[in-house]
């Protein structure tokens, strides 16, 4: 489904059952749906990808696309 709170979902739980790859790739889609990075950040669910470089990266570049629609619709 296009919802951010589904792949979000989905996300945690490859994270717990410790698939970061597909974690990662859930996440990325759910960002681009409009889930919160800044709550991924902070989700004590997601600690088994936080110090991936990769989940760096992808919160990175969603709060750069956040502050881009920001000042977009402003």
Do not use: C, M, N
């Not at 410790?18 to 989700?43: I, M, N, R, T």
């Not at 004590?44 to 990808?49: F, P, Q």
């Not at 760096?56 to 881009?68: D, G, H, M, P, V």
């Amino acid at each position: 489904p296009a919802s951010a709170d589904a792949h979000y979902g989905v996300a945690v739980v490859h994270a717990l059952s410790g698939d970061p790859g597909q974690a990662l790739a859930l996440l990325e889609k759910a960002f681009a749906l409009g889930a919160s990075p800044v709550l991924a950040q902070q989700d004590d669910d997601l600690a088994s990808i936080r110090s991936r470089s990769e989940f760096r990266q992808l919160i990175e570049r969603a709060l750069s696309a956040r502050t881009k629609e920001v000042k977009r619709a402003s």
